[in-house]
């Protein structure tokens, strides 16, 4: 009796691995997550230069100027919130698709700067400096869930090697026994060398341009709060998963849920997160052959989902707004540039190009990294004992093929993928630097350089080429504001009960600018509103039925621009077009062909647009289209003559 009490404290010694050197202390944690989040801080500083100009604040790309002016709206009425808006979509207005939360904690942050009454510089500086910090929180949260993905690998690794899994079971000793082993179990994940893969994947989703064009100073845009709200939710989620009591598992269960509750009311995209889960629950259940709990998962969705129509309707509809975008239910979303595959252009040729961009040598050592990932699960599967770290690698391997997916299907998601990309790499780089072998070492210091310095170089890039909106349409648009009738309604609180008394008409891509800039509403914006009739507008070969189009609109001014049309460049003494017409003939249901001479050049039906008519000739032979404005900044025409970038027509019908 007394030799058997001896085997079973000897075997249960073998279950308490002794502290590693390579494990972190509480305070060393610390340090590493504050110069995760300041080195993280300082790439997304580097576009400085090109937002704080002079006493303007400015933004990138075209969604930040709508962010920005309800962001305003809301700070300017704080608390108040508003979802239907009289300037989109003009005349009819538009419900907005995005929740509202981004915005309104923009405002929240700049009323408590502002002690309550912030300038419009001060929600602008706000607004601009919000995805900086959004993003370097990710990196922390990426750092964390890192952090539990190799744990889950070491924990197996050391317990193989020391017997947990091999010799010792609940019938080899006693009750109590057992109890004790359970806890030593949870104690050696905590002293495991797990913080490698966590701060090599902050490190690489630092600086990958994926993540960092979304989350730059000036990119005032919900999708950085996408990658927070998300790698939050499932670090939660995974510490759901390896919660030592029913306390912990209640916890992490809550936070789970509350913050991909938050996500619902600031991204329209937020059914992607509960449809990860709802996934990983349908695999492991089925795994476990554990056929009940599958059906109350599937039910639970069901009713989680018809009860939102009936609780909340708006968030009912957020959710169905954002599976319309991803299934692309209009026409016009098939000419989006964010809504196209990963590796397809428009007209369904391969190009690499996007996911060069996105992910640079990172998406190749991510596909390595994922096929060594998925051999760990698969050669770890039998020891029955456990089951919590592999659960959490199946949830982590679900979720990497979703969003892998889903960035094949559409180009605008590898902000999301690039979190999965990360902790792939650095799970490959640390396998091999841990491997004591030279050419494994040497190996793994070359992923590394492969990958951050061509990402640092992509960065530097678009710090010196950042997608912004062109000075010429800054002035522009401030003239409209300083020279056209006011609309006789408040532009920072839109209500159905004061309806604008004119609009402006503009192709799409510019619609955000003049909504915020020039405080105008627009015929059709950047979300889509009102694409198809812009289109036919500019395209038409008819006055009287362009007029048609804008008295229906009632529209008084219309915006032409020089990259909406067709205009040529030289490449390798070859000639080629290029303009955003390819688009605009598409959204009014014609062919480019239509267009185009034998020689694949601008032919007499293009000349007759509406389009060519305002933007070459100035109007001339048109009744009732006075020019009343021309930008500074000139470009060559289609016949080799300069011509302003920028023309605003006043229709007199």
Same mark, same amino acid.
């Given at each position: 009796?007394?030799?058997?009490?001896?085997?079973?404290?000897?075997?249960?010694?073998?279950?308490? %691995?002794?502290?590693?050197?390579?494990?972190?202390?509480?305070?060393?944690?610390?340090?590493?997550?504050?110069?995760?989040?300041?080195?993280?801080?300082?790439?997304?500083?580097?576009?400085?230069?090109?937002?704080?100009?002079?006493?303007?604040?400015?933004?990138?790309?075209?969604?930040?100027?709508?962010?920005?002016?309800?962001?305003?709206?809301?700070?300017?009425?704080?608390?108040?919130?508003?979802?239907?808006?009289?300037?989109?979509?003009?005349?009819?207005?538009?419900?907005?698709?995005?929740?509202?939360?981004?915005?309104?904690?923009?405002?929240?942050?700049?009323?408590?700067?502002?002690?309550?009454?912030?300038?419009?510089?001060?929600?602008?500086?706000?607004?601009?400096?919000?995805?900086?910090?959004?993003?370097?929180?990710?990196?922390?949260?990426?750092?964390?869930?890192?952090?539990?993905?190799?744990?889950?690998?070491? !924990?197996?690794?050391?317990?193989?090697?020391?017997?947990?899994?091999?010799?010792?079971?609940?019938?080899?000793?006693?009750?109590?026994?057992?109890?004790?082993?359970?806890?030593?179990?949870?104690?050696?994940?905590?002293?495991?060398?797990?913080?490698?893969?966590?701060?090599?994947?902050?490190?690489?989703?630092?600086?990958?341009?994926?993540?960092?064009?979304?989350?730059?100073?000036?990119?005032?845009?919900?999708?950085?709060?996408?990658?927070?709200?998300?790698?939050?939710?499932?670090?939660?989620? +995974?510490?759901?998963?390896?919660?030592?009591?029913?306390?912990?598992?209640? +916890?992490?269960?809550? &936070?789970?849920?509350?913050?991909?509750?938050?996500?619902?009311?600031?991204? =329209?995209?937020?059914?992607?997160?509960?449809?990860?889960?709802?996934?990983?629950?349908?695999?492991?259940?089925?795994?476990?052959?554990?056929?009940?709990?599958?059906?109350?998962?599937?039910?639970?969705?069901?009713?989680?989902?018809?009860?939102? /129509?009936?609780?909340?309707?708006?968030?009912?509809?957020?959710?169905?707004?954002?599976?319309?975008?991803?299934?692309?239910?209009?026409?016009?979303?098939?000419?989006?540039?964010?809504?196209? %595959? &990963?590796?397809?252009?428009?007209?369904?040729?391969?190009?690499?190009?996007?996911?060069?961009?996105?992910?640079?040598?990172?998406?190749?050592?991510?596909?390595?990294?994922?096929?060594?990932?998925?051999?760990?699960?698969?050669?770890?599967?039998?020891?029955?004992?456990?089951?919590?770290? !592999?659960?959490?690698?199946?949830?982590?391997?679900?979720?990497?093929?979703?969003?892998?997916?889903?960035?094949?299907?559409?180009?605008?998601?590898?902000?999301?993928?690039?979190?999965?990309?990360?902790?792939?790499?650095?799970?490959?780089?640390?396998?091999?630097?841990?491997?004591?072998?030279?050419?494994?070492?040497?190996?793994?210091?070359? &992923?590394?350089?492969?990958?951050?310095? =061509?990402?640092?170089?992509?960065?530097?890039?678009?710090?010196?080429?950042?997608?912004?909106?062109?000075?010429?349409?800054?002035?522009?648009?401030?003239? +409209?504001?300083? !020279?056209?009738?006011?609309?006789?309604?408040?532009?920072?609180? =839109?209500?159905?009960?004061?309806?604008?008394?004119?609009?402006?008409?503009?192709?799409?891509?510019?619609?955000?600018?003049?909504?915020?800039?020039?405080? $105008?509403?627009?015929?059709?914006?950047?979300?889509?509103?009102?694409?198809?009739?812009?289109?036919?507008?500019?395209?038409?070969?008819?006055?009287?039925?362009?007029?048609?189009?804008?008295?229906? $609109?009632?529209?008084?001014?219309?915006?032409?621009?020089?990259?909406?049309?067709?205009?040529?460049?030289?490449? !390798?003494?070859?000639?080629?077009? $290029?303009?955003?017409?390819?688009?605009?003939?598409?959204?009014?249901?014609?062919?480019?062909?239509?267009?185009?001479?034998?020689?694949?050049? %601008?032919?007499?039906?293009?000349?007759?647009?509406?389009?060519? $008519?305002?933007? &070459?000739?100035?109007?001339?032979?048109?009744?009732?289209?006075?020019?009343?404005?021309?930008?500074?900044?000139?470009?060559?025409?289609?016949?080799?003559?300069?011509?302003?970038?920028?023309?605003?027509?006043? /229709?007199?019908?």
């Amino acid at each position: 009796m007394v030799e058997q009490k001896q085997n079973s404290k000897l075997e249960l010694s073998k279950t308490v %691995p002794s502290k590693l050197s390579s494990t972190l202390s509480r305070g060393n944690e610390i340090i590493i997550c504050v110069v995760l989040f300041l080195t993280a801080f300082g790439v997304r500083m580097i576009t400085y230069s090109s937002i704080f100009v002079g006493d303007n604040v400015r933004f990138l790309e075209f969604d930040p100027f709508y962010h920005m002016r309800r962001a305003i709206s809301f700070a300017e009425h704080f608390p108040h919130i508003w979802n239907f808006d009289t300037y989109l979509n003009y005349p009819y207005g538009s419900d907005v698709g995005w929740p509202p939360l981004y915005d309104w904690t923009i405002a929240l942050l700049a009323n408590i700067i502002g002690l309550g009454h912030p300038s419009k510089h001060l929600i602008e500086t706000v607004g601009v400096y919000f995805p900086v910090f959004l993003g370097s929180l990710s990196v922390i949260g990426v750092y964390f869930i890192g952090k539990e993905i190799q744990g889950s690998f070491d !924990n197996v690794k050391r317990d193989n090697k020391e017997g947990v899994f091999t010799k010792i079971t609940k019938k080899s000793i006693k009750t109590q026994n057992v109890q004790n082993l359970e806890k030593a179990k949870g104690k050696s994940w905590k002293n495991v060398k797990n913080w490698q893969v966590g701060v090599m994947s902050s490190l690489i989703l630092a600086v990958i341009p994926a993540f960092t064009q979304v989350s730059f100073l000036g990119f005032v845009d919900h999708h950085v709060a996408e990658v927070l709200l998300s790698t939050t939710a499932f670090l939660f989620f +995974i510490k759901t998963l390896r919660a030592e009591n029913h306390r912990n598992r209640y +916890i992490f269960s809550v &936070l789970t849920i509350l913050t991909l509750t938050c996500a619902m009311f600031t991204v =329209p995209d937020a059914a992607i997160f509960v449809g990860v889960l709802a996934i990983y629950g349908i695999v492991q259940c089925t795994i476990d052959k554990k056929y009940k709990y599958l059906a109350l998962t599937i039910g639970a969705l069901l009713a989680v989902y018809i009860g939102a /129509y009936f609780i909340s309707p708006g968030t009912y509809n957020f959710l169905n707004d954002g599976v319309g975008f991803l299934v692309k239910d209009r026409a016009v979303l098939q000419q989006v540039q964010e809504t196209q %595959p &990963l590796f397809f252009t428009f007209d369904g040729k391969f190009n690499i190009e996007p996911s060069w961009y996105a992910f640079n040598t990172s998406l190749y050592v991510a596909i390595i990294g994922i096929i060594l990932f998925a051999w760990g699960i698969i050669k770890n599967r039998t020891y029955k004992d456990q089951v919590i770290p !592999n659960r959490i690698k199946v949830f982590f391997l679900v979720w990497t093929l979703i969003t892998m997916v889903l960035n094949l299907y559409q180009v605008r998601f590898v902000y999301l993928f690039a979190v999965n990309i990360g902790i792939l790499c650095a799970y490959l780089i640390v396998e091999l630097i841990n491997s004591n072998k030279i050419y494994t070492d040497m190996l793994g210091l070359i &992923l590394i350089g492969a990958i951050l310095i =061509p990402s640092a170089q992509m960065n530097n890039n678009m710090r010196e080429s950042p997608l912004m909106l062109s000075n010429d349409w800054f002035t522009t648009s401030e003239w +409209i504001k300083n !020279n056209t009738p006011d609309t006789n309604s408040t532009w920072n609180m =839109p209500s159905k009960d004061q309806i604008p008394s004119y609009g402006i008409m503009s192709w799409w891509d510019y619609g955000n600018y003049l909504l915020y800039l020039s405080e $105008r509403p627009v015929v059709a914006n950047n979300f889509q509103l009102g694409a198809e009739d812009s289109a036919k507008f500019y395209t038409s070969e008819n006055e009287t039925e362009a007029n048609k189009i804008l008295n229906d $609109r009632r529209a008084r001014y219309v915006v032409v621009d020089y990259r909406l049309g067709l205009s040529t460049f030289n490449e !390798n003494g070859r000639t080629y077009l $290029r303009g955003s017409w390819v688009s605009a003939a598409f959204l009014a249901g014609k062919n480019m062909s239509y267009y185009l001479d034998g020689r694949n050049m %601008p032919n007499d039906k293009y000349l007759s647009t509406m389009y060519a $008519r305002l933007y &070459l000739f100035d109007g001339k032979g048109l009744d009732k289209y006075k020019l009343i404005h021309k930008s500074e900044t000139a470009y060559p025409d289609l016949f080799g003559k300069p011509i302003e970038e920028i023309k605003i027509f006043e /229709y007199t019908g």
